[in-house]
């Protein structure tokens, strides 16, 4: 029993065995190389797929008319002025038969082919002459002294009263110092406007009056006031005793004036000497005071007193040549 065994045992191994060396070589005739030395390949050209080029109209097409008849049988419109109900919109009773719209001839009132204009007459051309634009070239501002400043920060109507000295003590005067003052009155007789009046006093020993009260303000007016202050000097008269301003001022009061415009070289000849108490005194009813002088200090006695009188009327005081 053993030996048979043993002899199984042997076979079983040696049949075994020869179907492994079998199946070793059928395998390795079987599976391919991993390492390949050539490669079979075939090459071929592909080619690009055709664009088809769609050319646009040059105009745009006009679709032609149909008149074709059409045999649609007459259309069934639902529609119903009945409320709605659970069951919905209820429908006509009868159909309405179906109209097609009317033709519309786009062609009508058009002619085709050139157009023609028949002139009868030439037509007439304006000619145009362009002129050059020139700006007017603005008139230079005037200057304007220290009196017309004053005058025209007034407000109002204005009398005004031009008081011009010619007393011996203004007898040396020189020429020249005379002429700019007298210039300066003249220049503000062309700033007074229409609604304003004025009048001229000159003084030495008798009080003249350029008119008996005031005149208005006109080019023809002003320009004859201005001749007269310009031969002013030739109101001097020297048979008597001199006026001042004081004594001036005390006639010229008569007439309510709201300026005087008052030329002296201040010193009194009716008081032996300045005396500012009586600045106030005289100064009453002339309105403001607007005093000028020329040749002399600010601390000159006479200076001192125009200048008080101008304080007391709520004026001015102008030393000219400083």
């Known amino acids: 029993m053993k030996y048979k065994s043993s002899t199984s045992l042997l076979i079983s191994v040696t049949v ?36 088809k080029r769609i050319t646009p109209p040059k105009r745009t097409q006009i679709r ?18 009945q409320p709605t109900s659970h069951r919905g919109v209820v429908s006509a009773a009868e159909p309405t038969p179906f109209e097609p ?16 204009i028949e002139i009868t007459e030439a037509p007439r051309i304006q000619r145009v002459v362009e002129q050059p634009i020139t700006k007017k070239k603005k008139a230079p501002e005037r200057n304007k002294s220290r009196l017309v400043k004053f005058i025209e920060a007034q407000e109002g109507p204005q009398r005004i009263v031009y008081c011009v000295d010619l007393s011996n003590s203004m007898q040396d005067l020189p020429e020249r110092k005379l002429k700019k003052v007298v210039d300066i009155l003249r220049d503000s007789l062309t700033f007074l406007d229409p609604h304003d009046t004025f009048n001229i006093v000159a003084y030495s020993t008798e009080l003249i009056y ?3 009260g005031f005149t208005d303000v006109s080019d023809a007016v002003v320009e004859a006031s201005s001749a ?31 300026i005087v415009v008052l030329f002296s070289d201040g010193i009194p000849t009716s008081i032996s000497g300045p005396d500012l108490s009586l600045v106030g005194d005289h100064a009453k009813g002339n309105g403001k005071i607007f005093a000028m002088a020329i040749g002399m200090a600010p601390d000159f006695p006479g200076a001192v007193m125009l200048k008080q009188l101008a304080k007391v009327s709520k004026g001015d005081f102008w030393l000219v040549d400083r």
């Not at 395998?27 to 664009?51: C, G, L, Q, Y």
């Not at 031969?231 to 001036?248: C, F, R």
């Open 64 to 81: 032609r008319e149909t008149t074709q008849n059409t045999s649609q049988p007459n259309l069934k419109i639902l529609t119903s002025n």
């Open 16 to 51: 075994h065995l020869i179907i492994g060396i079998i199946g070793f070589f059928y395998w390795f005739s079987v599976t391919p190389s991993r390492h390949a030395d050539s490669m079979d390949a075939i090459f071929t050209a592909v080619e690009e797929p055709k664009t």
């Open 210 to 212: 350029y008119q008996k």
């Open 228 to 258: 007269y202050l310009a031969n002013i000097k030739t109101q001097i008269h020297k048979k008597g005793t001199d006026h001042d301003m004081l004594t001036a001022l005390t006639d010229i009061a008569e007439l309510s004036p709201t």
């Open 101 to 116: 719209f009317k033709k519309v001839n786009l062609n009508d009132g058009i002619v085709t082919g050139p157009a023609s």
